[in-house]
């Protein structure tokens, strides 16, 4: 097996060793996200893992462990699972929850079911809500609950989003917030307050609202703190997870629909993917339809015309996974060192389609005569903010989301348009301004600077030197609230 590139994130953190069972947590930055290896007596589960799985299997083989079971809270929408290739490499059992049917060998275990591993047990708590087949395990050692895997039913002070899984005629979002409403009362609730939880996800992801930062809590802490835990009735416990509910980005479907189906290995991917392109066959690929995606984190050395800029740091999956199409043919440009680590974690939320990235990047472009974009103006952030010479000529686009534009104001007589919306809404933002494109920290602008210069907008302006709280509180721009 090819091992994937590692990612400097992609790194063991909390760990419980004891004569039992030995648990490792794992987190990927770029995905928010938690797996979990799970061992006792040489017998191991891996629970929710990623699509490059070699972390599992050498921590498996370094402890002289077989990986018995691949346990899979749910079909994962934000990102692909790398539960077929990890159980047909070790011959382990893939175990989902009941009601889920997929489209490879796997196990669908029934409430309560528990399964043997060495001297503990794991057990599967049926948790409907976030989807249906929904499901927590939890580590039994010598009759007693140690630990619950949550998966995507609890986060640290959030519980999962309940849109994901309606389906017209038959479940609405009204009916899975109910299902969780009970799953979290009925199930995870009556677990002894010193059990651990081990959620799916961190601050960031996008599959809750509002995920709370910290690795792991108590079920007692969370029956104190989490809103969604407090006593309430099924109408407004619905009504308070599903306010301010962002729209999912549109790959979640993608990637839900590929781990029922069983995507690709991630072995065979990076083989083919991850071809360094000479100039000429990257403007080949360019002329023919791809899509040039560039990475780099500052473009005062020249900004590529028709290129979507999104800066490769732990956000780089959400933003390319909100404004791009997973089957979209890529191509890659990125800093030295960036390109390898960009298509894996491309790879990781299904964006398989990827041609390859420019040898040399951005320096070769340029001194190969790339065609650059001439339209936008990078300015300081005193020159972003100053329109009085002749303001009707001038108009300011804000692409952060709604709940940022209530707590914090934005510009007065700004056109809001959330970033994953911008393409949709064109017809707002007009052609024949100067359109000053802004967000928190700039690197929403730049992406949405992308989508408009893609889309014939000729008049643009964006600064790299910060964003709204930076103008706000120097008191660059006036401010108007909600």
Known sequence: MKAAPRIYENQPTEKVDNA?????????????????????KGEA?????????????????????????????HFHADFVSGHRELAAITGATIVYGPTAVANFPMKQAKDGELLPLGTVQIRVDHTPGHTMES?????????????????DTLFLGEVGRPDLAVKSGELTVEMLAAYLYDSLRNKVMKLNDDVIVYPGH???SSCGKAIGAGKFCTIGIQKQKNYALQPMSKEDFTKQVLEGMPKPPQYFFHDAKLNKSGPADITVLLNDVQKALTFEQFIAFAKSGATILDTR??????????????????????????????????????????????????????????????????????????P????????????FCDVKVDPEKHAFLDVRGPGEHKETGFIKGAIRVPLPEVEANLAKIPKDKIVHVYC????????????LVKNGYKNLVITQEGGFPQMKEKQLVEVENV
Request: proline share 2%; hydrophobic share 45%; glycine share 10%.
């Open 45 to 73: 589960a891996v629970v929710d893992p990623l699509r490059d799985i070699e972390q599992y299997v050498e921590l498996a083989k370094e402890r002289n462990a077989n990986i018995k079971w691949v346990l899979e809270t």
């Open 440 to 451: 928190k920290t700039g690197g929403r602008a730049k992406i949405a600077m992308s989508l």
């Open 20 to 40: 039992d069972f030995f648990i490792q947590q794992f987190y990927i930055e770029c995905l928010a996200t938690f797996s979990y290896y799970i061992e006792s």
């Open 372 to 383: 650059l974009a001439t339209t936008v103006k990078l300015v300081s952030l005193v020159e």
């Open 297 to 370: 984190p500052n473009v005062a050395e020249g900004i590529i015309d028709g290129a979507i800029n999104v800066t490769f740091m732990s956000g780089l999956v959400n933003f390319v996974g909100a404004v791009i199409k997973p089957d979209t043919k890529l191509i890659i440009i990125a800093n030295q060192g960036d390109a390898q680590d960009t298509i894996l974690r491309l790879l990781r939320i299904g964006y398989d389609n990827i041609l390859g990235y420019l040898q040399g990047g951005f320096e070769v472009y340029k001194n190969n005569g790339g």
């Open 135 to 151: 499901s927590c395990f939890v580590l039994v050692s010598k009759g007693k609950d140690h630990s619950v895997y949550t998966g």
């Open 202 to 204: 961190g601050a960031g």
